[in-house]
């Protein structure tokens, strides 16, 4: 066994080598975890780009994903009554609103309402002549699913009947993705229409939003409380709580990227007219508890009306009868105030 010497240090050669290489072992130990250290922060770093490009991609198209407008009208009414009508938007000379307009049936007409109800009652099932405002949902058009049976159904009630689609919707001409600001002007400008060109009294208008049309619906409520009542069908409290529902999403902020608020529960306690809320208790797309709690929120004189094992798409394809009796008895209260 040799001898040498380390500053000075007499050790033996073998100390000296074990100590070499206990050494190199520390020293390879902690390249490897500074290695790997560097492997997760890369990875972590990856991950946070992704999530971060994701939520960017959320921000910025979320319109897309929740609109859902189609051109193509799919069907057209067969009433004699029905009249296509273009609605200018202010400020534009190009953008414009398509809408349908039905007539109110005349007084000598024989109409069957509803069924199990004799055909030859009058007409006119509301004493004073109103109007019915109809906005629809976030896809497709006024053309879509049962629409224009439901619509020419309103019409026999009594009403007269204004439907419109959004700019970007139908026939309607403007960006096709619109935003929720516009969707506001778009109601504004129908409202315009009926009270300013066609001179019907506010109190004569029912406004009546269906899903997406809800939110639009009492938002130009809480803006016209002159006018007569409101009719909300399968919508929803607020835009954010519809996409929890579903679990869409659930990895990100909804609340902080979400630009499309549609939030109708901080509205309806504002409202100062008549409401009616309807709603298929197996709706799939917007919970029926949902109109519960915009009836709960929203101030007397209101009504809530359930109808049974039926979806979002056919409150009134299966249940016509009920649906149509129900609109009929809160038009009669309307009347009545």
Not at 121 to 141: D, E, M, V
Request: net charge positive; charged share 20%; with cysteine.
């Amino acid at each position: 066994m040799g001898i040498i010497r380390l500053n000075g240090v007499r050790t033996t050669t073998r100390r000296y080598y074990r100590n070499l290489s206990g050494n190199t072992t520390v020293a390879n130990t902690l390249k490897f975890y500074f290695f790997r250290r560097k492997q997760l922060l890369i990875f972590f770093g990856f991950l946070i780009f992704i999530y971060t490009c994701a939520c960017s991609f959320l921000f910025a198209h979320q319109r897309y994903l929740i609109f859902r407008p189609s051109p193509e009208l799919k069907t057209l009414p067969s009433s004699p009554e029905f009249k296509r009508v273009r609605i200018p938007i202010a400020n534009s000379r190009s953008e414009y609103l398509s809408g349908w307009w039905f007539d109110a049936p005349l007084s000598e007409e024989k109409i069957n309402v509803v069924a199990n109800e004799p055909a030859n009652k009058p007409a006119k099932t509301i004493r004073s002549p109103k109007t019915i405002l109809y906005f629809c949902g976030a896809a497709g058009n006024k053309s879509f699913r049962s629409q224009v049976k439901k619509f020419e159904e309103l019409r026999k009630l009594g009403f007269s009947v204004l439907v419109i689609d959004y700019r970007g919707f139908g026939e309607s001409e403007g960006k096709q993705y619109p935003n929720e600001s516009q969707f506001y002007q778009d109601s504004q400008t129908a409202w315009n229409y009926l009270v300013k060109n066609r001179k019907i009294q506010p109190k004569d208008i029912v406004i009546y939003g269906e899903s997406l049309g809800g939110a639009i619906a009492i938002d130009l409520a809480v803006k016209h409380p002159e006018v007569g009542g409101l009719i909300i069908q399968s919508s929803f409290t607020s835009m954010a709580k519809t996409i929890k529902h579903h679990n869409l999403f659930s990895l990100f902020p909804i609340d902080l990227l979400l630009t499309q608020r549609f939030n109708s529960i901080s509205k309806v306690p504002y409202l100062k007219v008549p409401v009616l809320f309807i709603h298929g208790t197996a709706d799939t797309v917007v919970p029926y508890d949902m109109s519960k709690e915009l009836y709960n929120a929203a101030p007397v004189p209101k009504k809530l009306l359930l109808i049974p094992e039926v979806g979002h798409f056919d409150v009134y394809e299966n249940s016509s009868t009920f649906y149509l009796r129900g609109i009929k008895k809160f038009t009669k209260g309307i009347e009545s105030r």
